[in-house]
């Protein structure tokens, strides 16, 4: 499987409208092609329909300078996303290539944005920072990591990219990795893994945590796995292996 057809599984599977994950020209997804290139969905492109022709490769250097232009305007945003390509008569490349960018930088292998039904209606409301107060299940664990992050809203755009690359940077610091779930307010989601695969099983098991912190908010006041459970999952043996199968597809 080459490196687009990866990511062209991705993008169908987060733009299937069943899942209520991304409709129209929502959501995007990116994948390193290698220490200064990414490939990313075009502008506007719909996810489910994607194609090989709606999937950009970018040089990330153009992109990433562009955050520390504090002169920056959306012609600008305009005019070096289309300079990043590698095919100069490729589509443009998302508005959200500024986010990819910052993510594939700080050492992932693949991202993807949605916006999820499931947890859009949360980040839409007064609850969403219950979002990362914890887990309320071991699976979410496994997949999504004891942490997640949340950022305020922002405008989408050169704005957000620059938010998010700081506070990953925070995040980095205290917990030692990135991590696996980003939480936009009002906005959506933003899944981060090694690789295409692991970006839907996050995204996936985002929608799920969302799901049922919907219900248990419902029906009263969530209760969240105390730490000493988190810790225990995050470093049992059995957990460990299988996280490998699931890498396996297994």
């Known amino acids: 499987m080459t490196d687009i057809d990866a990511l062209l599984e991705l993008a ?13 020209g929502e959501g995007n ?10 490939l990313v969905k075009a502008s506007g492109s719909n996810l489910g329909a994607s ?3 709606d999937i950009v490769e970018c ?123 980003v939480y936009m307010q009002n906005h959506g989601i933003f899944a981060i893994g090694e690789d295409p695969a692991e970006c839907l099983r996050i995204t996936e098991m985002a929608d799920k945590f969302a799901k049922i912190l919907t219900a248990a908010l419902a029906v009263g006041e969530p209760r969240f796995l105390p730490e000493s459970v988190l810790d225990r999952i995050e470093n049992r043996d059995d957990e460990h292996y299988r996280r490998r199968m699931l890498k396996e597809g297994r």
């Open 51 to 53: 194609t090989p022709a």
């Open 29 to 38: 997804v990116s994948a390193r092609t290698g220490e200064a290139r990414m």
């Open 12 to 24: 169908h599977a987060a733009g299937e409208p069943r899942r209520g994950l991304a409709i129209l």
């Open 59 to 181: 040089e990330l250097a153009p992109i990433l300078a562009l955050l520390d232009d504090d002169g920056a305007d959306d012609e600008a945003v305009g005019r070096v996303l289309l300079k990043s390509r590698v095919d100069q008569a490729a589509k443009r490349p998302s508005v959200e290539a500024m986010l990819h960018a910052v993510v594939i930088d700080a050492g992932a292998g693949a991202a993807c944005h949605t916006h999820p039904e499931s947890a859009n209606g949360i980040l839409c409301s007064s609850k969403a920072d219950y979002l990362v107060r914890g887990a309320l299940f071991p699976d979410q664990i496994v997949v999504l990591g004891q942490r997640g992050l949340l950022i305020p809203y922002v405008d989408p755009g050169l704005e957000l990219a620059r938010t998010v690359r700081r506070e990953l940077a925070e995040f980095t610091r205290l917990h030692g990795q990135l991590p696996k779930i």
